[in-house]
């Protein structure tokens, strides 16, 4: 049996991904996976165990020995678990936005987190979103795209987010640190953020989520066709 298509979704910070991603799975029924969650998860179990954020070792350990699962929650919200524990709002604090980024570059936790993610995506049907889902996690993937947009859109985009959930936002400050999070993310040695050579751009400035996920719906849906 040819296995239903795996969509991969890779971009840098605020481009748009987890709303896309979210809804180019509704459209296709597929299982959608926010890989960027499953880095915060390892930032915060590191944490929560003392260890220092910086010990390659002891955060690749602690990532390794985690039990991770994604669950349905109320209004169509994903939770997230770890060892049994709702941790969805735990890992969006801004500490653990910023501590996301350095442990996620831990060759033992990312190690541990491809390896999951494989699993999840092994029948696939599913719409993975992250970093290194086209390169390294999937590069087999039948529907690679690279999402994207000027810094200065995901800035504000991130700071609009910001104020509707009723949390102050300074745009200048946001684009500060959307710069040196892309800079840290497209750097580092193990599995840095790159488009593939053969994923498709989508630069969403001027665009909405409805033209980005009909686009890339219509790519799955070619990728598919043969598929039963
Ligand atoms: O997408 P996000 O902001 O929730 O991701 C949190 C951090 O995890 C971000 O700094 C980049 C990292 N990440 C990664 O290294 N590889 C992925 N596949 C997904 C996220």
């Known amino acids: 049996m040819t296995r239903r298509p795996i969509v991969a979704i890779d971009g840098p910070a605020g481009a748009g991904k987890s709303t896309v991603a979210r809804g180019v799975a509704a459209r296709l029924g597929f299982t959608y996976v926010d890989t960027g969650a499953m880095y915060r998860a390892a930032a915060l179990r590191c944490v929560q165990n003392g260890n220092d954020p910086a010990d390659a ?3 690749g350990a602690a990532a390794a020995a985690m039990r991770l699962e994604f669950a349905p929650g109320a209004g169509g919200v994903q939770r ?3 060892d049994g524990e709702d941790i969805t709002d735990a890992i969006r604090t801004p500490e653990i936005s910023a501590l996301s980024s350095p442990v996620s570059k831990h ?3 990312r190690r541990a987190m491809t390896a999951l993610q494989r699993e999840m ?3 696939g049907g599913v719409v993975m979103e992250g970093r290194d889902i086209g390169t390294v996690v999937y590069p087999d993937a039948e529907v690679k795209v690279f999402l994207t947009a000027s810094a200065g859109e995901r800035a504000r985009r991130r700071a609009a987010e910001r104020a509707a959930a009723g949390v102050e936002a300074d745009v ?6 959307i710069n040196e999070r892309d800079e840290r993310d497209s750097t580092r ?6 488009q593939a050579d053969d994923a498709r751009l989508l630069v ?3 665009l909405t989520p ?4 009909d686009a890339i719906v219509a790519w799955a849906n070619e990728a598919g066709e043969g598929a039963p």
């Open 57 to 59: 070792e002891a955060c």
């Open 80 to 82: 997230v678990l770890a």
């Open 107 to 109: 060759p033992g936790v």
């Open 121 to 123: 995506g092994a029948r």
């Open 172 to 177: 200048a400050a946001i684009l500060r640190e």
């Open 189 to 194: 040695l193990e599995a840095p953020l790159r």
């Open 204 to 206: 969403t400035d001027g």
């Open 210 to 213: 409805e033209q980005v996920i």
